[in-house]
């Protein structure tokens, strides 16, 4: 064969070498384009923030004069961090490596978010709104509504309007919603306006005083795409009220409350196979911050309507959600900063002709209305804990009344007996543990604890059972320890002649264990070791003495008893 190349092959080579380096040179063209038009984006996203610092303190300039303690967090430093800082990266490594999320689309998928507040510290305010926009897809981020209920800085909410206006103006997919309450109406009322007026297909609620972490939504929204009556919570970091330091949360905490109605945090317990980054399932929400989507939380009548204030809305939320067939996750993929202040940076105004505070009024309202609506039976665990609920009204009307009863029709809602079986069996152990529980009355009075005047010892006496804080008492089943709220258990000193009664730590030692041990005997309290009964035979005084059947004085009945009296 020849080595020759025939000449049409000569040509088509030739042309695949002019086609090759022109494919290069139009390559390097759009490389050079890009990395110009990166650098006018960088230099753009610099004239951005130098002009957002600018308004930033502008804006904050106009702050009223208040110290640390009327918001509860340190104003001085948050007028100094600025209006947004890096986070520290919080979420599992596994979030961006090895999950991938099943988004639907923007179009299907508009986020409403309701931010109300009242008296909140403008620099704190605007860090949480800067936060949420940057950090948040803008295809996904339709409407952000804020809601001013009747705070005292009353230029606020026209001046974070025309700042946020100029800021995201060329923004055209978000609608900027600002509403304010000329009268104190409350969170509660005030979120319930937000979800009415909002056009999105889903909701998130958030707080005044939150920063929001890269990549939040994708895990949330990937959850509720999957099941349209879920409820989302992201993992809540702690953000330090004094330091401003932003830390990783627990991921193995759940949220649950006690028969008080008061929320606490519950451990995790974790499966086998199950990682703690896994989105998990909680019996309730903490700090208000929850995902869900519009039509079924309207469909859940939103926030009850009748709480006041604040307080309780997301503890009548959560039952009502896993009553009436939906479920609630926290997914620790979602990070949020929030501040978990001391106390109340805020008055509760006055609700009832009631001689406990104003807090104190709103809350047994608000719990009354959650124990009265969805505990069935177990409201008297509720009752018992706090009996001056009983004295608050409630002004529910039979409207009211059949509506919460048709809603449990049309929404099949359970029991909450199923709540306690299937949901939080923390609750439903903690009811199982006592065999009676409340005040322990003998005749008028009531068995109470008081420090001696050393201060660091108790005594036990009878005292009239109308006292604020008379003390609730706890009478163990399986130790028969007789316990305060404080975990003091009344016991008796068999050394001494005669015995004498103690209130000290309730121990789990169990030598110690025996000295703390009753026995229910009909209407006595029988002390296992000594065998005498709790007795009253003068006044105030308690004593040991021997037991006598049908003795009015060794008589004590506890306010509820779950075991039959023998």
Request: with cysteine; hydrophobic share 35%.
């Given at each position: 064969?020849?080595?020759?190349?025939?000449?049409?092959?000569?040509?088509?080579?030739?042309?695949?070498?002019?086609?090759?380096?022109?494919?290069?040179?139009?390559?390097?063209?759009?490389?050079?384009?890009?990395?110009?038009?990166?650098?006018?984006?960088?230099?753009?996203?610099?004239?951005?923030?130098?002009?957002?610092?600018?308004?930033?303190?502008?804006?904050?300039?106009?702050?009223?004069?208040?110290?640390?303690?009327?918001?509860?967090?340190?104003?001085?430093?948050?007028?100094?961090?600025?209006?947004?800082?890096?986070?520290?990266?919080?979420?599992?490594?596994?979030?961006?490596?090895?999950?991938?999320?099943?988004?639907?689309?923007?179009?299907?998928?508009?986020?409403?978010?309701?931010?109300?507040?009242?008296?909140?510290?403008?620099?704190?305010?605007?860090?949480?709104?800067?936060?949420?926009?940057?950090?948040?897809?803008?295809?996904?981020?339709?409407?952000?509504?804020?809601?001013?209920?009747?705070?005292?800085?009353?230029?606020?909410?026209?001046?974070?309007?025309?700042?946020?206006?100029?800021?995201?103006?060329?923004?055209?997919?978000?609608?900027?919603?600002?509403?304010?309450?000329?009268?104190?109406?409350?969170?509660?009322?005030?979120?319930?306006?937000g979800a009415e007026a909002a056009?999105?297909?889903?909701?998130?609620?958030?707080?005044?005083?939150?920063?929001?972490?890269?990549?939040?939504?994708?895990?949330?929204?990937?959850?509720?795409?999957?099941?349209?009556?879920?409820?989302?919570?992201?993992?809540?970091?702690?953000?330090?009220?004094?330091?401003?330091?932003?830390?990783?949360?627990?991921?193995?905490?759940?949220?649950?409350?006690?028969?008080?109605?008061?929320?606490?945090?519950?451990?995790?317990?974790?499966?086998?196979?199950?990682?703690?980054?896994?989105?998990?399932?909680?019996?309730?929400?903490?700090?208000?911050?929850?995902?869900?989507?519009?039509?079924?939380?309207?469909?859940?009548?939103?926030?009850?309507?009748?709480?006041?204030?604040?307080?309780?809305?997301?503890?009548?939320?959560?039952?009502?959600?896993?009553?009436?067939?939906?479920?609630?996750?926290?997914?620790?993929?979602?990070?949020?900063?929030?501040?978990?202040?001391?106390?109340?940076?805020?008055?509760?105004?006055?609700?009832?002709?009631?001689?406990?505070?104003?807090?104190?009024?709103?809350?047994?309202?608000?719990?009354?209305?959650?124990?009265?609506?969805?505990?069935?039976?177990?409201?008297n665990m509720f009752y018992v804990?706090?009996?001056?609920?009983?004295?608050?009204?409630?002004?529910?009307?039979?409207?009211?009344?059949?509506?919460?009863?048709?809603?449990?029709?049309?929404?099949?809602?359970?029991?909450?007996?199923?709540?306690?079986?299937?949901?939080?069996?923390?609750?439903?152990?903690?009811?199982?543990?006592?065999?009676?529980?409340?005040?322990?009355?003998?005749?008028?009075?009531?068995?109470?604890?008081?420090?001696?005047?050393?201060?660091?010892?108790?005594e036990v006496i009878l005292d009239?059972?109308?006292?604020?804080?008379?003390?609730?008492?706890?009478?163990?089943?399986?130790?028969?320890?007789?316990?305060?709220?404080?975990?003091?258990?009344?016991?008796?000193?068999?050394?001494?002649?005669?015995?004498?009664?103690?209130?000290?730590?309730?121990?789990?030692?169990?030598?110690?264990?025996?000295?703390?041990?009753?026995?229910?005997?009909?209407?006595?309290?029988?002390?296992?070791?000594?065998?005498?009964?709790?007795?009253?035979?003068?006044?105030?005084?308690?004593?040991?003495?021997?037991?006598?059947?049908?003795?009015?004085?060794?008589?004590?009945?506890?306010?509820?008893?779950?075991?039959?009296?023998?």
């Open positions: 064969m020849s080595g020759c190349i025939p000449h049409h092959r000569l040509q088509l080579c030739t042309i695949f070498a002019l086609c090759f380096v022109v494919c290069q040179f139009v390559l390097l063209l759009i490389l050079l384009q890009r990395e110009t038009f990166k650098g006018r984006l960088l230099l753009y996203r610099d004239h951005a923030k130098e002009g957002r610092m600018l308004g930033w303190r502008e804006f904050i300039s106009h702050t009223p004069e208040q110290s640390t303690a009327f918001y509860q967090y340190n104003i001085q430093l948050s007028d100094t961090v600025g209006a947004i800082r890096s986070l520290p990266r919080t979420r599992h490594e596994s979030c961006d490596s090895l999950r991938t999320y099943n988004l639907p689309h923007s179009s299907r998928a508009k986020v409403s978010v309701v931010i109300c507040f009242h008296n909140e510290a403008r620099s704190m305010l605007l860090r949480t709104i800067i936060s949420l926009v940057s950090r948040t897809p803008e295809d996904y981020l339709h409407e952000l509504i804020i809601i001013d209920d009747a705070s005292r800085d009353v230029s606020l909410i026209e001046d974070l309007k025309e700042l946020m206006v100029k800021m995201y103006a060329t923004r055209s997919r978000l609608t900027l919603c600002f509403m304010r309450n000329h009268e104190r109406q409350g969170l509660i009322w005030s979120r319930n306006m056009t999105g297909h889903y909701l998130l609620f958030l707080d005044s005083h939150c920063e929001v972490n890269e990549a939040w939504l994708e895990p949330l929204l990937d959850r509720l795409a999957m099941n349209a009556t879920l409820a989302v919570s992201p993992l809540l970091d702690h953000i330090d009220p004094t330091t401003l330091k932003y830390s990783k949360g627990n991921e193995l905490l759940k949220g649950g409350f006690d028969w008080s109605l008061h929320f606490h945090w519950l451990k995790r317990e974790l499966s086998a196979k199950e990682a703690p980054e896994q989105p998990y399932p909680s019996p309730a929400f903490s700090g208000g911050i929850l995902m869900i989507s519009r039509d079924w939380f309207l469909k859940l009548r939103c926030f009850n309507s009748h709480l006041k204030i604040w307080g309780g809305e997301s503890i009548e939320l959560a039952i009502k959600l896993w009553l009436c067939g939906g479920q609630i996750e926290i997914v620790p993929c979602s990070r949020i900063g929030h501040i978990f202040r001391p106390r109340h940076a805020f008055d509760f105004p006055p609700q009832f002709d009631h001689e406990s505070s104003t807090a104190q009024a709103t809350y047994l309202h608000n719990s009354k209305i959650i124990a009265e609506s969805w505990l069935d039976e177990y409201k804990l706090k009996p001056a609920a009983r004295q608050i009204p409630l002004f529910n009307t039979v409207q009211d009344v059949d509506l919460n009863r048709q809603m449990k029709l049309e929404l099949r809602c359970q029991r909450f007996e199923w709540y306690l079986r299937h949901v939080s069996p923390e609750l439903k152990a903690h009811f199982n543990e006592l065999s009676a529980m409340g005040t322990l009355k003998n005749g008028y009075r009531c068995l109470h604890t008081r420090r001696t005047d050393s201060l660091s010892k108790w009239s059972c109308y006292h604020s804080d008379i003390t609730e008492w706890r009478l163990l089943r399986e130790s028969g320890q007789l316990s305060t709220a404080t975990e003091r258990c009344l016991g008796v000193e068999k050394n001494s002649k005669p015995p004498l009664l103690t209130m000290k730590p309730c121990s789990k030692h169990s030598t110690k264990m025996k000295a703390q041990r009753w026995l229910r005997r009909g209407t006595q309290l029988v002390h296992n070791e000594t065998h005498l009964c709790l007795d009253n035979p003068l006044k105030n005084q308690l004593v040991l003495s021997p037991c006598r059947s049908l003795s009015a004085s060794q008589s004590f009945q506890f306010a509820l008893e779950m075991d039959k009296q023998t």
